[in-house]
């Protein structure tokens, strides 16, 4: 199956800064779909979960404290290919690196503070979508565009 679900979050620093309607929009002008979408703020217990493999990284502490330290953005993005077309959407890891017409080359100058998450393989993005929503916050439907989004090739 081509078609990919993903989890997205837009970070704290995009919530503060105002940006969670450009962050978003980047992902759904590419024609995927939103089908999970929450604010929430993040419990240490979360952070833990989803930064499991962080543990132990000079950067581990600030990173849970940053992430905890106000609400994000949850989103369930879903299209074809849609992990790999997520993080390339992304740009690298810190702003700094990140390409111009990238989420972080474009609204980013930081190394941390680095605006959105996601998930960076198909096991990934089933365990931290997992973290995220529950079964039902995850809403199935078609749009009239689909049709004109992508076909049957991209589905395969
Ligand atoms: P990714 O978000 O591009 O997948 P990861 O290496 O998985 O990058 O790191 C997770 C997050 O941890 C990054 O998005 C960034 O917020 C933070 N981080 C990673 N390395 C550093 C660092 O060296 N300094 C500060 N924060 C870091
Ligand atoms: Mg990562």
């Known amino acids: 199956m081509a078609i990919e679900r993903t989890l997205i979050l837009i970070k704290p620093d995009g919530v ?3 940006l969670v309607g450009d962050v978003l929009g980047r992902f759904e002008r590419t024609g995927m779909k939103i089908v999970g979408l929450k604010l929430m703020q993040m419990s240490p217990d979360l952070a833990a979960q989803h930064y499991k493999d962080h543990v132990g990284k000079g950067f581990y502490a600030g990173l849970v404290k940053f992430m905890t330290s106000a609400p994000l953005v949850a989103i369930c993005v879903e299209g074809p290919k849609a992990i790999d077309n997520c993080r390339k959407l992304m740009g690298k890891t810190f702003c700094t690196d990140a390409q111009a017409g990238t989420i972080r080359g474009d609204f980013g100058v930081s190394r941390g503070l680095n605006l959105v998450h996601g998930s960076d393989g198909p096991e990934a993005a089933a365990r931290e979508l997992g973290l995220f929503f529950k079964a039902g916050e995850l809403v199935e439907y078609s749009r009239a565009i689909d049709a004109w989004t992508f ?6």
Do not use: H, L, T
């Not at 076909?151 to 395969?156: Q, R, S």
């Open 151 to 156: 076909n049957d090739e991209d589905k395969a």
């Open 16 to 18: 503060q800064r105002g």
